[in-house]
Nanobody, 119 residues
Framework: QVQLVESGGGLVQAGGSLRLSCAAS????????MGWYRQAPGKERELVAAITGGGSANYADSVKGRFTISRDNAKNTVNLQMNSLKPADTAIYYC?????????????WGQGTQVTVSS
């Protein structure tokens, strides 16, 4: 089995920064695309940022220029550096990874980490 565990969430003031990390563990042959999603109360889960196995990144328009996604294949981790945070960024952030494992290939989700940005 494979597990994704997020860390780094917390409470910050507007304009502050947080760095989220997600570590995959278990039987892992390889990881293809990885990404971060978020969900605010009463809203749909949305893609924040994604990064391919080759390192190509894309971002939601709302976070472009403020967030940076990166990955460390040796550690099976993906990170999200969040700068210039706004109250609208408040949500539970979920890590996602496409993992080649046993018995096969599938997407895995972390359980989420809370990010709260105060005015």
């Amino acid at each position: 089995q494979v597990q994704l565990v997020e860390s780094g969430g917390g409470l910050v003031q507007a304009g502050g920064s947080l760095r989220l990390s997600c570590a995959a563990s278990g039987i892992i042959f390889s990881i293809n695309a990885m990404g971060w999603y978020r969900q605010a109360p009463g809203k749909e889960r949305e893609l924040v940022a994604a990064i391919t196995g080759g390192g190509s990144a894309n971002y939601a328009d709302s976070v472009k220029g403020r967030f940076t996604i990166s990955r460390d294949n040796a550690k099976n981790t993906v990170n999200l550096q969040m700068n210039s945070l706004k109250p609208a960024d408040t949500a539970i952030y979920y890590c996602n990874a496409a993992v080649v494992s046993t018995p096969g290939y599938r997407n895995y989700w972390g359980q989420g980490t809370q990010v709260t940005v105060s005015s």
